[in-house]
């Protein structure tokens, strides 16, 4: 095994531990992608959710659809694709930074729906925002750039904003390069934070 998939292992290992003890739930995550799948859509499988959700293709229909079921909860569906970026971060390196608050916000979504509250089609369904989208919570908002390292905003942006009081979810911040700035190719690109190739740039694109 590779020093990388080694480190890998242990890295998700020790994130489920940690989940298993915080959640009551374990994080068993197909870790490597499955190299005889190359040419299809099965390279990353993945598991079902909750109690037997397909979450692969799924719409946000779908996933209200069995949260009023009661086949998956708001807290399911962020183990679930905190479990996914365990299993592709290693290959993708989309994820930036994953929002601490996002269980205890989930948990709180799970019960206003078991109170009788949903607030709408969005209420619990996990989100992801780029590093340039302001939110004020324990994420930093960088814009990709090393002169905002650290910084904490004041406020959310006003599409951050709405999104929760549309009870969804911030889990994760996504990688992108300095300022929006598009790819220049054949250049190196020196001062972005945390970049996935040092040597090279990949004009803000992630994956979600």
Not at 37 to 64: H, K, R, W, Y
Not at 105 to 115: G, K, P, Q, T, Y
Not at 150 to 179: C, F, K, N
């Amino acid at each position: 095994m590779h020093h990388h998939h080694l480190a890998l292992a242990v890295a998700c290992a020790a994130g489920a531990h940690v989940a298993h003890a915080q959640f009551g739930t374990g994080i068993s995550p197909l870790l490597f992608p499955l190299l005889e799948n190359v040419d299809s859509n099965d390279l990353f499988p993945v598991d079902t959710c909750g109690d037997g959700f397909q979450l692969e293709e799924a719409t946000i229909d779908d996933m209200q659809r069995a949260m009023e079921a009661g086949a998956l909860t708001s807290h399911q569906l962020v183990l679930c694709y905190l479990q996914r970026t365990y299993q592709t971060q290693e290959y993708t390196k989309s994820l930036l930074q994953f929002n601490p608050d996002a269980f205890a916000i989930a948990a709180e979504r799970d019960a206003e729906r078991a109170a009788g509250k949903v607030r709408g089609p969005l209420h619990g369904i996990p989100f992801t925002v780029k590093d340039n989208i302001a939110t004020k919570d324990s994420l930093e908002t960088t814009a990709g750039s090393y002169a905002l390292q650290g910084s904490i905003v004041p406020r959310d942006a006003h599409v951050v904003a709405r999104l929760r009081e549309a009870g969804a979810v911030l889990q994760e911040q996504r990688r992108r390069g300095p300022r929006g700035k598009g790819p220049s190719l054949g250049l190196r690109q020196a001062w972005r934070t945390r970049p996935d190739k040092r040597q090279r740039q990949d004009g803000g694109k992630d994956v979600m």
